[in-house]
């Protein structure tokens, strides 16, 4: 299994930015996909953008052009840059990480979760 330490969060006003970071100790040769979720009050979990192995990535489309995540492998590290900040985007960030395929047994892991305010 993976452990996720995330680290990042904060209070930015509109049009801001932030940097979050999400590093993983463990059963790193196992890890195959790494995002970022989040979860406004009320609303349901959703993805925010993901990144595999071979660094390929998937934004919601409410974020595409805003937000840029990237990993470094040799520091088993996954971030999320967040430029153009909005209020909306307000929520707890949550970093995942799943289990290359074929390794068994198949895992899902969830980081702690990060505050992430936009106010003015």
């Known amino acids: 299994q993976v452990q996720l330490v995330e680290s990042g969060g904060g209070l930015v006003q509109p049009g801001g930015s932030l940097r979050l970071s999400c590093a993983a100790s463990?059963?790193?040769?196992?890890?195959?996909?790494m995002g970022w979720y989040r979860q406004a009050p009320g609303k349901q979990r959703e993805l925010v953008a993901a990144?595999?192995?071979?660094?390929?990535?998937d934004y919601a489309a409410s974020v595409e052009g805003r937000f840029t995540i990237s990993r470094d492998n040799a520091r088993n590290t996954v971030y999320l840059q967040m430029n153009n900040l909005k209020p909306e985007d307000t929520a707890v960030y949550y970093c995942?990480?799943?289990?290359?395929?074929?390794?068994?047994?198949?895992?899902?892991?969830w980081g702690q979760g990060t505050q992430v305010t936009v106010s003015s």
């Open positions: 990144i595999t192995s071979g660094g390929s990535t």
């Open positions: 995942n990480v799943r289990s290359r395929p074929g390794w068994r047994p198949a895992y899902v892991n």
């Open positions: 463990g059963s790193i040769s196992s890890i195959g996909t």
